[in-house]
């Protein structure tokens, strides 16, 4: 009876779906779902998740019509409890019994490490399929990552867009269920202008086929985006052969799979006169604006074209062009207008505008912070060696460009205007890439700045921003963070590691914090932002794979330059590949634990070799003494792996003072005088981390 299988599915039919979550609603939703099958030991053999920007559905393949039949144990009070001392079942035990719908004679005795318990077990039918499917769906929509519910009509129910249409089907079968409000059927609506007619789907296998055959429906979100490049790279091809090519971000391309069904790809041209604009803003206006494709030539030169795509396909698609070209021709022009009017000012005229733009309410103005940038990006390029005259030019203009019309058109060309009007004003060339740099790494992954102005400007601006922020006690919490500060914490550790700039953070910290004219009211600001800072390194070297037995050794210095804790770590990581390396980390977790344990204090102060008892303890006392000399030059140089290459060599010394020493001598003088000999056998390697802490195995 339980033996039947047959396909499901589920379609929900909306009005337009945002098009840059649809592609995660899909994916949740089938997530959902097959977590809610598993749960309920529904046996299925795999499924797929569809999503167009008028439905979400999910197929699921050879399902089970029931759950299997399982026995069931429930377990009441403690026997001893369950019955008085003639035998008779007390009140607790009846009312187990009355809860099990058994009189107390049918209880069994249940057998545990906690005693003995009466207890009832039963045979419990599976349910059928079509009985749980229903609050299943309704539970795994309930569950969707939705930010903001609608409500339509008069009704209660809520989700991303209004519904149209349910489907469940089960095999052929129709699940009379009522899902957000609508009751479930069998039919769905094709494309909005291309099928006016509603579509019958009788059973789950033939719905790809149907919609994409009768209703001009792409259902499948990877087919679609597929055909959506190999369209948008045949029409450039079909024109220009190899000598041109179509540029397709990723999120652009899973935001336009998700605003079309039946996709046509179309290719536009704009004048060439708007090329004399940065190609920036050009792209920014066709990517960002219109969800239209650039095309580049092969050297990477923006063209006057572009590729759109379009959701109809229609006998005459020069009349879409035209359309989509008279759009574009709009928002380029605005885009010129904005760059020519802008370029009759100078940005240093710009800084006194940047008064009247509030940085934060309680941290002042923008054109405060221009003046603190000035004043920390010169100290941060004098300790790099740079020019500090360029340094304070690009700290007073780096927030300059926010006042200008273009920017305040697409917000998303900040820095990149500020740094075509830095060159029309006749800014030094560092200057001008700086005040577009400085914003960079925008986003995990992304490219820190290539320049030393540029690097020394974006560290400042993210330290001024950290103290500031903190020390008006605005920290993030949980997973809110609207200043974005865990992402400029981590921007500042990827500029000074990647670039190696040996700059110390409690140094930076506290000329930012000098750099401020009005008081911050959180006293604990400069222990905390370093703190929050240095937090960030313990998730970034996971993602590296470095064991975090490796980062506890090195987090244990409380090192607070990130490049020299970057080296450091790197150091211990070769370090436990060396065969040496096992032995030496377990003597030191010993002598870590003897030199804890000795409570008294030690009144020699160096090491007496008259004391020596043993030959393992003079060998032990040279070869420190040799090494420490070796090594001392190298940790002056930061060549952390050959300091602790140097030290395995220690092994073999160390071995023998163990073997063939007592430490804890009953001699006072010789006691101590060995336990300064491990002191500084310890302290050689917390020159570089504390390999105790190291886990071998």
């Known amino acids: 009876m339980h033996a039947k299988q047959a396909d499901f599915l589920v379609e929900i039919q909306t009005e337009e779906l945002p098009p840059k979550a649809l592609h995660t609603l899909a994916k949740n939703f089938f997530s959902e779902l097959k977590t809610r099958l598993a749960k309920a030991n529904l046996q299925f053999d795999g499924g797929h998740y569809y999503a167009t920007p008028r439905r979400l559905a999910v197929l699921i393949q050879s399902l089970s019509s029931h759950q299997p039949d399982s026995n069931q144990e429930r377990r009441g009070p403690a026997l001893t409890a369950a019955f008085d001392s003639k035998g008779n079942p007390t009140q607790a035990c009846e009312g187990f019994a009355r809860s099990c719908h058994v009189s107390p004679d049918q209880l069994t005795t249940i057998k545990t490490n906690q005693g003995e318990f009466v207890g009832f077990q039963q045979r419990v039918l599976g349910k059928s ?58 039919e769905t609506s094709g494309h909005r202008f291309h099928c006016k007619k509603a579509i019958s789907i009788a059973d789950p296998s033939v719905y790809v086929k149907r919609l994409a055959k009768t209703g001009f429906v792409i259902a499948d979100f ?184 273009i920017v305040g058109e697409f917000p998303e060309l900040q820095g990149i205007a500020g740094y075509y009007y830095a060159l029309h004003d006749g800014e030094p060339q560092d200057v001008a890439l700086a005040l577009n740099e400085h914003y960079l790494p925008r986003f995990s992954g992304d490219d820190v700045p290539a320049s030393l102005l540029s690097c020394a400007l974006a560290l400042a601006d993210r330290l001024d921003t950290l103290v500031g922020i903190f020390g008006i006690n605005q920290q993030p919490t949980g997973d809110k963070d609207p200043f974005a500060l865990r992402r400029a914490a981590l921007g500042i550790l990827r500029i000074l590691i990647a670039r190696h700039y040996d700059l110390d953070l409690k140094v930076l910290l506290r000329v930012t914090y000098d750099c401020y004219e009005v008081p911050l009211e959180n006293k604990e600001v400069l222990t905390q932002v370093l703190t929050f800072i240095l937090e960030r390194l313990k998730p970034w070297y996971q993602e590296q794979n470095i064991n975090p037995d490796v980062f506890a050794s090195v987090a244990a210095l409380d090192i607070t330059r990130p490049y020299d804790f970057d080296r450091r770590i790197h150091a211990v990581q070769n370090f436990k590949l060396l065969p040496d390396a096992e032995s030496l980390s377990i003597a030191n977790k010993r002598v870590s634990n003897i030199l804890a344990k000795y409570e008294s204090k030690i009144e020699a102060n160096d090491v007496d070799a008259l004391l020596f008892e043993v030959d393992a303890e003079r060998k032990l006392a040279t070869q420190l003494e040799t090494l420490r000399q070796i090594i001392t030059p190298l940790f002056a140089d930061g060549r952390y792996v050959d300091v602790l290459s140097k030290l395995a060599d220690l092994r073999q010394p160390v071995d023998d003072f163990f073997d063939q020493v007592m430490v804890m001598s009953e001699d006072k003088a010789q006691r101590e005088n060995r336990l300064l000999l491990l002191a500084k056998l310890r302290a050689l390697f917390l020159q570089v981390a504390d390999v105790a802490l190291l886990q071998m195995r």
């Open 222 to 405: 990877e087919t679609r985006k597929q055909m959506i490049k190999a369209q948008s790279e045949d029409v450039v091809k079909k024109i220009f052969d190899e000598e041109a090519y179509v540029v397709m971000q990723d999120d652009l391309l899973e935001e336009v799979t998700g605003l079309v069904e039946w996709p046509v790809a179309v290719l536009g041209d704009f004048d060439k006169r708007f090329l004399a604009v940065p190609s920036e803003a050009l792209i920014s206006a066709m990517q960002d604006h219109q969800r239209y494709f650039p095309v580049k030539d092969k050297l990477g030169n923006l063209m006057p074209h572009f590729v759109t795509i379009s959701n109809i396909e229609g006998k005459d698609m020069q009349h879409v062009i035209a359309g989509n070209e008279r759009v574009l021709r709009a928002r380029l022009s605005d885009a010129a207008f904005f760059f020519e009017t802008d370029k009759k000012q100078k940005l240093m005229d710009r800084v006194t505008a940047l008064q009247g733009v509030i940085f934060q309410a309680k941290l002042g103005t923008l054109a405060d912070k221009a003046r603190r940038l000035a004043k920390l990006t010169t100290f941060i390029m004098k300790a790099l060696g740079g020019n500090e005259a360029h340094a304070a030019r690009a700290g007073l203009l780096a927030k300059a460009d926010l006042t200008t019309a």
């Open 129 to 186: 399929v079509i009985e749980l499917l229903p609050t299943m769906v309704s539970e795994a929509l309930a569950a969707l990552p939705i930010p903001r519910r609608m409500r339509w009509g008069l009704q209660s129910v809520e989700f991303v867009r209004p519904v149209h249409s349910v489907i469940m089907l089960y095999g052929d079968d129709i699940i009379d269920a009522e899902i957000l409000g609508v009751r479930a059927g069998r």
